[in-house]
């Protein structure tokens, strides 16, 4: 009897023993939540947050600051309207910006746009100014899977490497003068010879090479293509071959100074042709100093406040007008700051624009989304028509066309000429002038 009791003492604490362990032992605990889970709902989000590198120091400043004013002009505008509406949101969410000097490196862009991501919580990034600086941000911006819309830089070869998430608002620089010959074919139809005289630079022989093949593809023949070494200060050889070949018109160029004294050179020796068109220095007003020279001499350009993309025009086009005019922007951007905007400042806006309407048409601020609403975005502008490719080079601005102006008049002044619905003044026969 007693070893019946003691045996059903030592079940009795075995039994204690197992419910104490028991009550005693930690459960699992559910993972602990990432600063990402932990952050507030998104129908609570108080503002989209727009991350970007800046020239603050470095050889691209002057740019870049007008880039960045641009940008900002835009979000001042979008948050005096109360911000951007987000559907799923039901609201509109203000916008605000984090920003960092790239110094006009591209080592400080891709730690800056790591960053700005990883640590800032950016939202959707716009890229730096220049497509070196570009090219090394949108690394970055495709690793995380985060939308950049790429204003200042014309590049085609940032947009051949399979990237899904970058934009381009820039003519790439494939098209520079592209619109110089559609411009030639509809005005002067019976024009059918092409020299080609370019500087013999990275850029513009990119874009000569691309021009000489367009131009074919037109049905115009080729009569001189040759290169200038930087510097050159004497065009009589060129000039001499010109006028051996007799073109309609004459296209190529390079930089500044080397385009105003070939237009100089091609005045003097009264070198009669129909048209001619020019990389850089025809879009600088200090070109209006070599006088009458620069007659009716023509180049191409991002953007100009003379521009005349209209609702109408949009309307003649086909496609939705959105944003403000050209006139309210130009007018915002000198109350602001005090002098008339370039194409880089209205590239800076247009890129807070244009991210805007991708997230209104999306109705969301999530990445993919906003994606496929650029995607499949085409619209004017007061920077011109927008579009991007989905093919190989996804992401490449395939419906902004270069603008051309012109210079005219008496007391020398830039005109737009071209395209038709952006265009301030009919374009003038190169040889009027003589």
């Known amino acids: 009897m007693k070893r019946y009791i003691i045996v059903l003492l030592l079940v009795a604490i075995l039994i204690a023993g197992c ?41 691209l400043n002057a740019e870049s600051k007008e880039q960045t004013n641009g940008f900002k002009l835009w979000m001042e505008h979008v948050n005096a309207e109360g911000g ?29 746009y790591a960053k700005l991501i990883s640590e800032d919580g950016a939202d959707f990034l716009i890229s730096p100014y220049s497509s070196g600086l570009t090219a090394s941000a949108a690394i970055i911006a495709e690793q995380y899977s985060k939308i950049m819309v790429a204003t200042g830089a014309a590049s085609d070869s ?12 820039y003519t790439p620089s494939s098209r520079y003068l592209t619109s110089s010959i ?7 139809p019976s024009a059918k010879k092409i020299a080609i005289v370019y500087e013999n630079s990275k850029f513009a022989r990119d874009v000569a090479e691309s021009t000489k093949e367009y131009a074919k593809s037109k049905g115009y023949e080729i009569v001189l293509y040759e290169a200038y070494e930087p510097g050159t200060s004497d065009f009589t050889s060129f000039i001499n071959k010109i006028l051996a070949a007799s073109p309609d018109a004459i296209v190529g160029g390079g930089h500044f100074t080397d385009g105003e004294t ?39 350009s991002q953007w100009e406040p003379q521009a005349k993309y209209t609702k109408e ?37 247009a890129a807070g624009l244009i991210l805007q309407k991708a997230i209104e048409t999306a109705g969301s601020l999530d990445s993919e989304k906003v994606r496929s609403a650029l995607e499949n975005m085409k619209i004017m502008t007061f920077f011109g028509m927008i579009e991007f490719e989905k093919g ?19 007391e020398l002044h830039k005109e737009v000429v071209w395209p038709e619905e952006g265009a301030s003044s009919e374009v003038v026969a190169y040889d009027a002038k003589y």
């Open 182 to 188: 559609d411009l030639l074919a509809k005005k002067f």
């Open 84 to 112: 951007i509406y987000v559907k799923e949101l039901g609201k509109k969410v203000m916008v605000d910006f984090v920003s960092y000097d790239d110094e006009s490196s591209g080592e400080r862009v891709q730690q800056i």
């Open 19 to 59: 419910a104490q362990q028991e009550t005693t032992t930690q459960k699992p605990q559910a993972p602990q939540e990432t600063p990402a889970q932990s952050e507030k709902p998104s129908e609570t989000k108080e503002k989209i947050l727009i991350g970007f590198s800046e020239s603050k120091t470095g050889k």
């Open 158 to 169: 940032i947009f051949n490497k399979g990237y899904m998430h970058v934009f381009q608002i």
């Open 313 to 349: 025009a949009a309307e003649k086009a086909g496609v939705e007008f959105y944003g403000p005019t050209v006139e309210e922007f130009v007018n915002a951007y000198k109350s602001k700051y005090g002098y008339e905007p370039g194409y880089h400042a209205a590239g800076g806006y």
């Open 262 to 300: 070939f237009a100089k050179q091609l005045y003097e020796k009264k070198v009669k042709v129909k048209f001619v068109s020019l990389l850089v220095a025809p879009s600088v007003p200090e070109f209006s100093e070599i006088g009458s020279a620069a007659l009716y001499v023509s180049g191409p």
């Open 392 to 410: 190989e080079y996804y992401g490449r601005q395939v419906g902004h066309d270069m603008v051309v102006i012109q210079w005219q008049g008496d």
